[in-house]
């Protein structure tokens, strides 16, 4: 079964610092990968997605992760961190890439407290 | 542009009340909808996903039903509600295919008491 792994289920930073938030996923084919965002009583918003080809991906506010089939992985990192990024950051893989099978599975989710 | 609407936002409701959440998604059509369910300490898990008028599949056996009477229009219903179904619920489309990346709703606030 696929299964998506966040290590770390608080980090806290100070502002302006680097970030890195891990996720490694389980899963037997090319996999789809993304990460959300949820703060305090919203929903999840999309910061960046991998289908296919260039391995490092870009997204918004500043997020940018990287694939690696070698380790599994598909870590979120950002240069400095902004007050306003403390949230919840959630990793997840698509179950099935096409059909109408098409289903998130997520990580149990990283909280995210930035320090001024 | 698309976007996908949940209401209420906030609901309280007593142990053996109904349930009605609505989900409407705009600016697509025949979209592929799901029901999310966050609850404290686990995570984000998929309660019903369709992929078309009166198709729901059900992930996960509760006290929960889905459906799908129009083709941008997601229910979740209850006749009886536990306290057990307290939670976060997210409603959640893509575009049928190809259509790769799923989008959220604001959710809705469910406690029951």
């Known amino acids: 079964a696929q299964s998506v792994t966040q290590p770390d289920i608080h980090i806290t930073v100070s502002e302006g610092a680097s970030l890195e938030l891990r996720c490694n996923y389980s899963?037997?084919?090319?996999?789809?990968l993304f990460w959300y965002v949820q703060s305090p009583g919203q929903g999840l918003q999309l910061l960046l997605k991998?289908?296919?080809?260039?391995?490092l991906v870009q997204g918004i506010k500043g997020f940018e992760a990287e694939f690696k089939r070698s380790q599994s992985s598909f870590n979120l990192r950002k240069p400095s961190v902004h007050w306003s990024d403390a949230a919840e950051y959630f990793c997840?893989?698509?179950?099935?890439?096409?059909?109408?099978?098409?289903?998130?599975?997520f990580g149990k989710g990283t909280l995210l407290t930035v320090n001024p | 542009s698309q976007t996908i609407h949940q209401w209420p936002a906030t609901l309280v409701q007593p142990v053996g009340s109904p349930l009605s959440l609505e989900c409407t998604v705009e600016g697509t059509s025949n979209p592929n909808l799901y029901w999310y369910r966050q609850a404290a300490g686990r995570g984000l898990q998929l309660l019903f996903y369709s992929v078309g008028i009166g198709q729901i599949s059900s992930e996960v056996p509760q006290n929960l039903s889905a459906s799908r009477p129009q083709d941008r229009q997601f229910i979740l219903s209850s006749k009886k509600l536990l306290l057990s179904d307290s939670g976060f619920y997210l409603c959640a489309w893509r575009r049928g295919s190809p259509g790769n990346t799923i989008y959220f709703g604001e959710g809705s606030w469910l406690t029951v008491v």
């Open positions: 899963y037997g084919a090319t996999p789809y």
């Open positions: 991998y289908f296919s080809g260039d391995t």
């Open positions: 997840a893989v698509v179950r099935n890439s096409g059909g109408s099978n098409y289903k998130l599975t």
